[in-house]
């Protein structure tokens, strides 16, 4: 029985399948839809679909750097036992190539490119029927730059860093102690002048209600504790801005003290695997009376 290019539609659709699962189960079913849905719900592939709505918590941040172009990436699964596996590697090591080779806008945009015979989003799909849990591409940044980008993983993927220097003179070991610094110190800018006016009034605005809730201040004039918190806010700066921040192996200098002259950062991504992702939280004892009670339907 011959079969279109549609019915392979349709059953990619149906199944959540890729699409050369797709053309192969109706190729081997004789163009016959429902033995083709069946023999990919036999080859473990269709299952992909019903695992889409569980919540991928766990995965891996990867990076990879080619000539001028380094990419930063965020894949999820749902169990730590998963991101920390050879298989699970391979798969950020895998998109993150296609990352870097096609430059998409986004993450639909990858889901759509060429990965070996089909695309990101069936190579993702077929993995999920593999591995047997919902992964997820969450996230990912390309710098392209003609000066020098150092990146840095921590704990197998838990934390990720890329930073771009521009004017580089020498000191690739002061560039990595940089991208050390903005894993375990989490700079939100690099320099103070990053810093939105909106944040910084918002800011001095906490710091001043705070100031005037200690009875120690009830009677100082708002101008006086304005001026307080203008001090203030060079923890603040101290805190949040890069270049500020006492540097982590050496808090007697600052990170712009170790830098000097050697080069100047120009930007950086921190991504720290999950984070924002609401994790699930269930019992041994409930998720087994809960296999059990769906066996039973």
Known sequence: MAFTAKDVMTLREKSGAGMLECKKALTDANGDMDKAAELLRERGIAKAVKKEGRIAAEGVVGAY???????????????????????????????????????????????????????????????????????????????????????????????????????????????????LQIAAAKPSYVTEAEVPAEVLAKEKEIMLVQMQNDPKNANKPVNILEKIVAGKMGKFYQDNCLMDQLFVKDDSVKVKDIIGSKFTVARFARFEMGEGIEKKSENLQDEVAKQINAAKK
Do not use: W
């Open 65 to 179: 750097v080619s000539g001028g172009c380094g990419v930063l990436l965020e894949i999820n699964c749902e169990s730590d036992f998963v991101s920390r596996g050879e298989k699970f590697h391979a798969i950020v090591d895998e998109v993150i190539k296609v990352v870097a080779e096609n430059k998409p806008a986004d993450v639909d945009a990858l889901n759509e490119c060429k990965l070996g015979d089909g695309t990101v989003k069936d190579f993702i799909t077929s993995q999920t029927a593999i591995i047997g849990e919902k992964i997820s591409i969450r996230r990912f940044v390309i710098f392209e730059t003609n000066g020098k980008i150092e990146t840095y993983i921590h704990m197998g993927g838990k934390v990720g860093v890329m930073v771009e220097a521009a004017n580089f003179n020498g000191g690739e070991d002061v560039l990595h102690d940089v991208a």
